[in-house]
């Protein structure tokens, strides 16, 4: 009799500390955007960095493609999904097949959102809600926001550029009224980095992979690709 006493009671306590870990997970309100932030530690070692790239009818193709391959040459996990169909006609009409469409994604899964610009492109994800959502809530949190070209309007459209240093391409510069505009290849401001058209693309995502990997494999891998001025 004493042994199943102990057996019950034993039972009850495990009831009450899986209850307990139920509440400290679901802190966060139904259907609130934070819902999908992960809380993992971010001070625990991860396998590599996952990039989500989102894209659409319009998108700047060499911006896209640049900005995929050098970070996947990092060993960097780099999702593009595409917020309307598949494939995506860009902005030169080159066609691109996304690996996902945005639906099927979980934006909470990814350590950073780069954005390729393309004027046309660029008004379709500034017109997604989904996409302004996400930005928003990786700005609340602290994860990595990348812009390139018009992209940044993207980011502006979003609401997060009001006092932070940016870049973008010149063309839309004037648009850019929230925060304040710096001209230079690529700017860094905290968990943002901007960068200005096709042909610093490079230079963005190295950019990319110098703050998160350090300037070392950064100029490896610059090198490996044989860019100018890495010699």
């Given at each position: 009799m004493f042994f199943l006493f102990l057996l019950l009671f034993l039972f009850?306590?495990?009831?009450?500390?899986?209850?307990?870990?139920?509440?400290?997970?679901?802190?966060?309100?139904?259907?609130?955007?934070?819902?999908?932030?992960?809380?993992?530690?971010?001070t625990e070692d991860t396998d590599m960095p996952r990039v989500l790239v989102p894209i659409a009818d319009g998108s700047e193709e060499m911006e896209a493609v640049i900005l995929v391959?050098?970070?996947?040459?990092?060993?960097w996990e780099v999702v593009i999904a595409s917020v309307g169909e598949s494939p995506v006609t860009c902005s030169r009409g080159v066609r691109l097949l996304p690996d996902v469409l945005w639906g099927e994604t979980d934006p909470g899964e990814f350590d950073w959102l780069a954005l390729?610009?393309?004027?046309?492109?660029?008004?379709?994800?500034?017109?997604?809600?989904?996409?302004?959502?996400?930005?928003?809530?990786?700005?609340?949190?602290?994860?990595?926001?990348?812009?390139?070209?018009?992209?940044?309007?993207?980011?502006?459209?979003?609401?997060?550029?009001?006092g932070r240093r940016v870049t973008s391409h010149p063309g839309v510069a004037e648009q850019l009224t929230a925060p304040?505009?710096?001209?230079?290849d690529v700017v860094v401001d905290g968990n943002l980095?901007?960068?200005?058209?096709?042909?610093?693309?490079?230079?963005?995502?190295?950019?990319?992979?110098?703050?998160?990997?350090?300037?070392?494999?950064?100029?490896?891998?610059?090198?490996?690709?044989?860019?100018?001025g890495f010699d």
């Open positions: 009850l306590i495990e009831l009450e500390e899986e209850k307990e870990e139920e509440e400290e997970e679901d802190w966060v309100p139904a259907g609130h955007p934070l819902q999908w932030v992960s809380t993992a530690d971010p391959d050098t970070l996947r040459r990092a060993e390729p610009g393309g004027g046309p492109g660029t008004e379709v994800l500034a017109g997604d809600p989904r996409v302004l959502e996400t930005i928003r809530v990786f700005d609340a949190v602290g994860k990595g926001i990348a812009a390139i070209c018009a992209a940044p309007l993207v980011l502006q459209e979003a609401g997060i550029l009001s304040t505009y710096i001209e230079e980095v901007t960068s200005r058209g096709p042909g610093t693309t490079f230079a963005f995502a190295l950019a990319l992979i110098k703050k998160v990997d350090g300037e070392e494999k950064a100029g490896e891998l610059a090198r490996a690709m044989v860019l100018p």
